[in-house]
């Protein structure tokens, strides 16, 4: 007979629909590549359900060996002390009820249907291997099932430091590994302290819904790894990987935000092991990075340590996102010219930046905050188009760097380099709507930077510009710009453009000239007192909406741009 379990009434999931012995949970996941519309066309519809043919109660004990209860036909379990092994060779979806403690034991499921795990305040711990460990039945190899986990209370699983289980033809790569999904759900939550591989693994894909709360520690291995993809749909995510060459998250395609509060911290450094650079990376999506709702924050203190990369796309359309990078690059450099490692890095030399895509970057919501001291904030080796949003990134190098185009066409946005360009494209540089705010180091560096060495320009066509530092020569100005010929270090000045009026809090440092661009001609003014309304923004370095006070007018004259370098 079918058992409804009760508890997930509660769950605080995206859409229930209850009937008499059924309860089933419906979310939207993604597999695959995203063309960037938020339509990828290969999107799937998974079900949670608590429908259940049987249920397996698993009791752990501290003093004697485990008990099992309703495993019987179909359904077997082997029992040695605490080492738990289930194999489901029938047809029946089974849900297991996990209790009780062990510091020396495990539970192992063979099963070629899908399965729920009951987490109740349960915890075990294996030296010799993974605490859960989840494979298809053996005629199957590989082809392991999805499992819905179902937090209650306060649960911990920690594997060993080596794994002399495993046997050779299978797969055991995390403190709780599955060959198949993993769905964690619930209102509880997990701990997982993984000490000889990863933490979560799934070879296939992960998911973290709304009310569970997930803590993994790993000092060994990534801290969740989804091979098809990570999708965070709710919950309350923490991860600290102190392994070096690891990954907070990684996924060979997808990493998808769409609510939650993911929080990720790594202090690992990069590696050089076998002649493979392994760097450190609090995300890693190989694909598809997508960031759509909810709170990110990542730091990262390891050598050449990144906070969000992948080898394709990032899309920012939403949510919350903080990252902070302050270790050293790893490697050494060759060459001359401009950066902190003074030109070319060679080939097993990486640099410890903010946000890195080797494929284009497209912000369009949300608000993103960048701290990167060793290197590039925000960096794209593709196209950047910034159409909404509040984009701040503060380096000692570019701080914010394509290495095609970059496009602004709304939002706000603020790049701030202590020793390089504000906004740097090695292609065209377009500036057609949006708040910008540029600081630059003084010459031969500045605040907005094209490649005109390399045939391109920079074209100013709309929005409000603010830019500490000059703007690259040979610039084609549709929109006008004026000048001052200096500017006071750690005051306000206020902008008013029509009606509107714009603060700005300039820096201790940076280039020699203050320009300012909008469609008609600014009132601008130094040493401002600011009033307590308005709205602050961009790490507090811009204030909208308010009133300014007092202060000295400054005087503007056309700025106008030559020819060259810029330099």
Same mark, same amino acid.
């Given at each position: 007979?079918?058992?409804?379990?009760?508890?997930?009434?509660?769950?605080?999931?995206?859409?229930?629909?209850?009937? =008499?012995?059924?309860?089933?949970?419906?979310?939207?996941?993604?597999?695959?590549?995203?063309?960037?519309?938020?339509?990828?066309?290969?999107?799937?519809? &998974?079900?949670?359900?608590?429908?259940?043919?049987?249920?397996?109660?698993?009791?752990?004990?501290?003093?004697?060996?485990? &008990?099992?209860?309703?495993?019987?036909?179909?359904?077997?379990?082997? #029992?040695?002390?605490?080492?738990?092994? !289930?194999?489901?060779?029938?047809?029946?979806?089974?849900?297991?009820?996990?209790?009780?403690?062990?510091?020396?034991?495990?539970?192992?499921?063979?099963?070629?249907?899908?399965?729920?795990?009951?987490?109740?305040?349960?915890?075990?711990?294996?030296?010799?291997?993974?605490?859960?460990?989840?494979?298809?039945?053996?005629?199957?190899?590989?082809?392991? =099932?999805?499992?819905?986990?179902?937090?209650?209370?306060?649960?911990?699983?920690?594997?060993?430091? $080596?794994?002399?289980?495993?046997?050779?033809?299978?797969?055991?790569?995390?403190?709780?590994?599955?060959? @198949?999904?993993?769905?964690?759900?619930?209102?509880?939550?997990?701990?997982?302290?993984?000490?000889?591989?990863?933490? #979560?693994?799934?070879?296939?894909?992960?998911?973290?819904?709304?009310?569970?709360? #997930?803590?993994?520690?790993?000092?060994?291995?990534?801290?969740?790894?989804?091979?098809?993809?990570?999708?965070?749909?709710?919950?309350?995510?923490?991860?600290?990987?102190?392994?070096?060459?690891?990954?907070?998250?990684?996924?060979?395609?997808?990493?998808?935000?769409?609510?939650?509060?993911?929080?990720?911290?790594?202090?690992?450094?990069?590696?050089?092991?076998?002649?493979?650079?392994?760097?450190?990376?609090?995300? =890693?999506?190989?694909?598809?990075?997508?960031?759509?709702?909810?709170?990110?924050?990542?730091?990262?203190?390891?050598?050449?340590?990144?906070?969000?990369?992948?080898?394709?796309?990032?899309?920012?359309?939403?949510?919350?996102?903080?990252? $902070?990078?302050?270790?050293?690059?790893?490697?050494?450099?060759?060459? @001359?010219?401009?950066?902190?490692?003074?030109?070319?890095?060679?080939?097993?030399?990486?640099?410890?930046?903010? !946000?890195?895509?080797?494929?284009?970057?497209?912000?369009?919501?949300?608000?993103? $905050?960048?701290?990167?001291?060793?290197?590039?904030?925000?960096?794209?080796?593709?196209?950047?188009?910034?159409?909404?949003?509040?984009?701040?990134?503060?380096?000692?190098?570019?701080?914010?760097?394509?290495?095609?185009?970059?496009?602004?066409?709304?939002?706000?946005?603020?790049?701030?380099?202590?020793?390089?360009?504000?906004?740097?494209?090695?292609?065209?540089?377009?500036?057609?709507?949006?708040?910008?705010?540029?600081?630059?180091?003084?010459?031969?560096?500045?605040?907005?930077?094209?490649?005109?060495?390399?045939?391109?320009?920079?074209?100013?066509?709309?929005?409000? !510009?603010?830019?500490?530092?000059?703007?690259?020569?040979?610039?084609?100005?549709?929109?006008?710009?004026?000048?001052?010929?200096?500017?006071?270090?750690? #005051?306000?000045?206020?902008?008013?453009?029509?009606?509107?009026?714009?603060?700005?809090?300039?820096?201790?440092?940076?280039?020699?000239?203050?320009?300012?661009?909008?469609?008609?001609?600014?009132?601008?003014?130094?040493?401002?007192?600011?009033?307590?309304?308005?709205?602050?923004?961009?790490?507090?370095?811009?204030?909208?909406?308010?009133?300014?006070?007092?202060?000295?007018?400054?005087?503007?004259?056309?700025?106008?741009?030559?020819?060259?370098?810029?330099?």
């Amino acid at each position: 007979m079918k058992r409804t379990i009760a508890m997930l009434l509660s769950f605080a999931l995206l859409a229930v629909a209850c009937q =008499k012995d059924d309860i089933t949970v419906v979310t939207d996941t993604t597999s695959g590549a995203t063309n960037g519309s938020g339509d990828n066309g290969s999107d799937t519809t &998974t079900t949670v359900t608590t429908d259940y043919d049987r249920t397996v109660t698993i009791v752990y004990s501290t003093s004697g060996a485990a &008990t099992v209860r309703g495993a019987e036909g179909a359904v077997s379990a082997t #029992v040695s002390g605490n080492d738990v092994t !289930i194999r489901n060779a029938g047809d029946e979806k089974v849900l297991y009820v996990l209790s009780g403690s062990t510091s020396d034991g495990f539970l192992k499921i063979y099963s070629g249907r899908k399965q729920g795990l009951q987490l109740n305040s349960v915890n075990i711990s294996n030296s010799r291997g993974a605490a859960i460990n989840v494979q298809g039945l053996e005629e199957t190899p590989n082809k392991g =099932k999805r499992v819905d986990v179902f937090l209650s209370g306060s649960s911990t699983l920690a594997d060993g430091a $080596t794994y002399s289980l495993t046997p050779s033809t299978e797969d055991e790569k995390a403190a709780f590994f599955s060959e @198949g999904q993993i769905v964690f759900s619930g209102n509880g939550t997990l701990t997982v302290n993984a000490r000889g591989k990863a933490g #979560v693994t799934s070879d296939d894909w992960v998911q973290f819904l709304s009310g569970a709360t #997930v803590n993994v520690s790993s000092s060994a291995g990534h801290g969740v790894r989804g091979k098809d993809y990570i999708l965070v749909s709710g919950g309350t995510i923490d991860v600290s990987v102190s392994a070096n060459g690891k990954k907070g998250f990684s996924s060979d395609s997808l990493i998808r935000f769409d609510a939650g509060e993911t929080t990720i911290r790594l202090t690992g450094n990069t590696v050089v092991e076998n002649g493979d650079t392994n760097r450190s990376n609090c995300i =890693k999506a190989d694909q598809v990075f997508e960031m759509n709702a909810g709170v990110l924050t990542v730091s990262n203190s390891g050598t050449g340590g990144k906070g969000i990369s992948g080898d394709g796309v990032g899309y920012f359309r939403g949510g919350e996102v903080n990252v $902070t990078v302050t270790g050293n690059n790893f490697g050494s450099s060759s060459g @001359g010219g401009h950066g902190p490692w003074g030109g070319q890095s060679s080939n097993n030399s990486v640099g410890a930046k903010g !946000i890195k895509f080797d494929g284009d970057i497209e912000i369009s919501g949300g608000v993103i $905050t960048v701290m990167a001291s060793k290197h590039e904030g925000i960096e794209t080796k593709g196209t950047l188009t910034i159409t909404g949003g509040e984009v701040y990134s503060q380096s000692s190098d570019d701080a914010i760097n394509s290495a095609s185009h970059m496009t602004i066409t709304g939002g706000y946005v603020c790049a701030y380099s202590t020793g390089n360009d504000g906004l740097d494209a090695n292609g065209n540089m377009y500036i057609k709507g949006g708040v910008v705010y540029a600081i630059g180091k003084a010459s031969p560096e500045m605040a907005i930077d094209a490649n005109t060495e390399g045939g391109y320009k920079l074209y100013v066509q709309g929005g409000i !510009i603010f830019a500490i530092g000059s703007l690259e020569n040979g610039a084609q100005l549709s929109q006008s710009c004026w000048q001052a010929s200096s500017w006071s270090k750690n #005051v306000w000045y206020s902008m008013k453009v029509g009606d509107e009026t714009y603060l700005f809090k300039t820096p201790s440092s940076g280039g020699t000239k203050l320009v300012v661009s909008a469609a008609s001609q600014p009132e601008v003014t130094s040493n401002v007192t600011t009033s307590s309304c308005g709205t602050e923004m961009l790490n507090g370095m811009v204030v909208t909406g308010a009133t300014a006070t007092g202060g000295n007018s400054v005087n503007l004259t056309t700025y106008s741009s030559g020819g060259g370098w810029g330099w």
